[in-house]
């Protein structure tokens, strides 16, 4: 998928739900699962798939949004097989409901700071800028950790007036790619070359959760495959757990 591609991608709708939930019966019996991915790691999830795919046979269809918006879909009866939250509190509270035939941490999400243009650095929030994209704090793990960060370096206060957000970090790296935002903190797995590391100290850690919500084959062996792919992952732009 090239960069124009993505864009669009990340800034267009998640298909509603309903119209795929009489689909789900026949994907149980021919080997197909619909997986709620969040948009972190919607671009790693596709790239992940085709050697899945190879090995197993299955196939694997992906909806991407914001943690927070898939978890309302998947409480509202979405027919997702399984979840790929960027936080574990979601994924706790859907195994406590007993919603979850099984979870755990398959990503450890890192921050960073990009520029439209040129090289950024933790200077780059000192300048003059027109606008700062971050991810939705209240949606999205991303843009919590993006208000954490700033909020330890002292500039959540100032900086709030040229903060722009999107509804995910996917749209918040659509704005800063598309020339809309100045500079966007974004999942380091987005960040293009040129951008600035935040340090993890400066955020509470992102652990990302799986869920398996249904008995579906297919959804099952996709979310074992995510512990067998941890290098794809960290070279991805992931931390190790």
Request: avoid cysteine; proline fraction near 4%; aromatic fraction near 8%.
């Amino acid at each position: 998928m090239d960069r124009r591609q993505f864009i669009m991608a990340s800034m267009a709708a998640t298909v509603p739900w309903p119209a795929r939930a009489d689909a789900r019966a026949d994907a149980r019996a021919d080997g197909r699962a619909l997986v709620a991915v969040a948009t972190n790691f919607s671009k790693v999830a596709e790239g992940l798939l085709p050697a899945f795919t190879a090995a197993t046979g299955y196939q694997i269809t992906l909806s991407s949004g914001s943690t927070g918006q898939l978890y309302g879909q998947v409480v509202n009866g979405a027919p997702y097989d399984a979840f790929l939250a960027a936080d574990q509190a979601r994924p706790a509270l859907l195994e406590a409901a007993g919603l979850s035939r099984k979870r755990f941490t398959y990503a450890r999400g890192l921050l960073a700071l990009m520029a439209a243009e040129g090289t950024a650095s933790q200077a780059s929030l000192a300048k003059d800028f027109a606008h700062l994209a971050i991810a939705n704090p209240g949606l999205a793990p991303y843009g919590l950790a993006a208000k954490q960060a700033l909020t330890a370096l002292g500039l959540w206060e100032g900086l709030s007036p040229r903060i722009v957000m999107g509804q995910n970090v996917g749209q918040a790296y659509a704005l800063v790619a598309s020339g809309n935002a100045d500079l966007g903190l974004v999942a380091r797995a987005y960040a293009l070359e040129g951008a600035w590391n935040v340090p993890e100290a400066l955020y509470a850690p992102i652990l990302q959760d799986a869920v398996l919500l249904t008995e579906n084959e297919a959804a099952a062996a996709f979310v074992d495959y995510l512990t067998t792919a941890q290098a794809d992952i960290r070279a991805a732009g992931y931390g190790a757990l």
